[in-house]
């Protein structure tokens, strides 16, 4: 049979690389060695052949005359984007005679990698390149910009990112989506929401600072101030114990500390909760009735939230909610946060951590990289980016502009287009898409793995992460048999987990006739806490020095501009992905600020006026939308949208880089802003 690649003509099976957790089951249409038509594989037991709009336009991202078909180095200032096409034997010379001379002159910790999740892929987002940096002795990153506070504080109280299967929620009668735009961003749990409304009428309540398109869809949508969610759910416990709605036969044998906690809610009633969230005492009644006496009830726990300087207190807090109802034990009761832990892999097969050079070498937090690279001592000299746009995504933009354009700083970029980062590099590498790869996918909502062949050649000169890496080792003299090993061995090694019996059956063989398997997988009845429970009192948190019990801190408010500044992502982007497609900008017109009406009035905006939004850190130009979608005091903006279009538009000029309470995550959403008529 030969290869997809070799068959110009015909529908194959293919994955969603983007990072969504959705991940998709896909068909690619193809005539005449090109794709002309992306839809949704049908018979996908989660997907089920629905797409976002997003990708169902890809072949526009794939074809796209701007995407990059050469090696490229820098020949006019950084940041200016002017380059002249090399040889991929240049380019990987100069890198690696660059980085040879770095570890004479200065050390291999003076090479930073950067990269995030471009392409969910394992094989291209942590697969060979660790191998890589591992062996050079590199300074590591620790990716900390997406989910990691809110990973932290879920593990404090349920040991790893273990959640309810998504597939029964269709039973739920009660969804309650927290901090989650999950029309945009998880659009098949919103299919089953409406399946369950349409067959069991369920309910669906969206908690949100923000009526985004979400909340419009839902029954009930509760506006809530910033960063204030840790009390609203305090709150809801208290009237959960006080009204006697908690499952005690369940807390006894499931949980540690019901009864400190019992005491430690009382605390947060519903007067004062209310005065903390803007959320009106009877709407806390009734939530929490609804809650306690609503079975299965389903909590979907969102990025949004825990973006915040409490971020991870927020979660740790909120997942401590079914168990007050034994909502766990109902199919389709329950929660997800994240569910990577049910498909976890064997990391060091892949990574390789035996082959670091140097075990103890500096750890660099992404969220920090503007600062890193205009202050570390010893300093970062070189930079690697790839699968990640810091220039538009990163905190603090201003301040990681200004360190991309650090003469002394030796700056290369792999990626699809020459983006907002790659023009400050002085070496960019292009990147095949997902579609000309071999890799394998983990869902971190569903419990699917899936598998990507390669469809098409490999546009232009392009290469994949993996290639990359491999030439790469060569050129530095790597000689172990760890750099040669293929795409079909990497899956092998990295699927060999004893440890996790639910996908011992599976390897590359059999994805590659199966194309999607779903690993076998049960919620554990030991859970990977110290205590082996649900931790609702937790002594390790006390030994990290928080509060053993959910408590609520206020975000950081030391800032003298009035409006909470919530810049989140937006339907038709992912993350800065989209941003520079045509199809994708058009449907988001242009990005917007929305206003409260009364914040409005206070500066002199109207709808539809261009807004000068500003701090300390920069400004930014954005269209005023005004009405009572946001409370008093509360900026909403959507998208990461691309200098591309104007440089005032980058909204992460504006965000600050604190960090935020665990898991050293982002504070993308605990910024302040002020506003004025442009
Ligand atoms: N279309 C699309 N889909 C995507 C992405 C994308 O860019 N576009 N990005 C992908 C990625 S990487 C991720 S991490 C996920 C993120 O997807 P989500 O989990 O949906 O997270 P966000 O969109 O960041 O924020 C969700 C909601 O939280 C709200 N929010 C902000 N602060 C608070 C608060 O203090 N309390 C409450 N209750 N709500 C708050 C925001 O208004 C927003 O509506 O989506 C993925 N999917
Ligand atoms: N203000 C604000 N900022 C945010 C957020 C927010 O809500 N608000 N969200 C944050 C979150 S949750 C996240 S996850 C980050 C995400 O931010 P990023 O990880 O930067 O995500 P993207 O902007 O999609 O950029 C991914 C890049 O990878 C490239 N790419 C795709 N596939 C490959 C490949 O196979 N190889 C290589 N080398 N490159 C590839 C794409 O072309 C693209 O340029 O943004 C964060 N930034
Ligand atoms: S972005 Fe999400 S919803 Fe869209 S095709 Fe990919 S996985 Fe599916
Ligand atoms: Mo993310």
Redesign the pocket.
Known sequence: MPSFVDRPTGVFPSVC???CPDQCGLLLHKENGKIVKVEGDPNHPVTKGFICNKVRNMTERLYDEKRLKYPMKRVGAKGEGHFEQISWNEAITTITGKWKDLLQTDSAESILPYS????M?NL?AEGMDRRFFHRLGASKLDRS???SAGAAGYKYTMGASFGIDPEDTIHSKLFIFWGINAVSTNMHQVSLAQQARKQNGAKIVVIDVHKNQTARFADWFIPILPGTDTALALGLMHILFAENMVDDSFLDQYTVGHEELRKHVEQYDPITVSSITGIPVEDILKLARMYGQTSPAFLRIG?GPQ?HDNGGMFVRTVSCLPALTGQWLVKGGGAIKGNSAYLAFNTANLQRPDLQQNKNTRVINMNLLGEALLTLDPPIKSLFV?????A????AGNKVRKGLEREDLFTVV????L?ETAMYADIVLP????FE?TDFYTSYWHHYIQLQQPVIESYGESK??VE?FRLLAKGMGFTEKAFEETEAELIDQALDLLSNPGIVQIDFEVLSEKQYVKAQVEFPTELPTPSGKIELYSEKMKQDGYPALPTYIPIVNDSVHPLQFI???NHNF????FANQKKHTRLEKEPEIVLNQFDADQAGVIDGDKVRVWNEQGECILKASVGENVLRGVAVTQG?WGADQDTKHL??SL?PDRIADMGGG?T??SGKVSIGKY
């Open positions: 690389s983007l990072d995030f999740y471009g392409n892929g291209a910009i997406c989910n990025n973006h790839y699968g990640t746009n810091p538009v995504v990163a905190p792999h990626d699809l287009f983006t990147s095949t898409s997902s790869n994949s992460n990359v810049a989140g992502p992912l993350n800065s992905t990461l909204v992460n965000t982002a993308f959403f």
